[in-house]
């Protein structure tokens, strides 16, 4: 076996190529959907944007605002903040 048959058995395995889905979230929240919103999220014990985007299929900055107008209103309370993430729970 030459030098060169060498070279090329180790070449002949390569990894998997990984492929990526982009999901669609909605920017603008529907009446009745904002509605079905501000009735379930209380009622979770743990609250964090990522779980409500994951859930309800909206962006991050759209659960953001969200979670802001709950805890104005006094339906959630702030419990705690990660570093990226605030973490909320209900009252």
Same mark, same amino acid.
């Given at each position: 076996?030459?030098?060169?048959?060498?070279?090329?058995?180790?070449?002949?395995?390569?990894?998997?190529?990984?492929?990526?889905?982009?999901?669609?979230? %909605?920017?603008?929240?529907? =009446?009745? &959907?904002?509605?079905?919103?501000?009735?379930?999220?209380? #009622? !979770?014990?743990?609250? +964090?944007?990522?779980?409500?985007?994951?859930?309800?299929?909206?962006?991050?900055?759209? %659960?953001?605002?969200?979670? =802001?107008? &709950?805890?104005?209103?006094?339906?959630?309370?702030?419990? #705690? !903040?990660?570093?990226? +993430?605030?973490?909320?729970?209900?009252?």
């Amino acid at each position: 076996m030459s030098l060169r048959q060498s070279v090329n058995k180790r070449k002949s395995k390569w990894g998997r190529v990984k492929e990526y889905e982009s999901i669609e979230r %909605a920017l603008i929240i529907e =009446k009745d &959907l904002k509605e079905k919103m501000l009735k379930e999220i209380p #009622k !979770q014990r743990i609250i +964090t944007p990522t779980s409500i985007c994951q859930k309800y299929q909206v962006r991050m900055h759209v %659960a953001k605002e969200l979670l =802001k107008e &709950l805890e104005a209103s006094g339906k959630i309370a702030f419990h #705690k !903040q990660t570093a990226y +993430t605030k973490v909320y729970k209900n009252v």
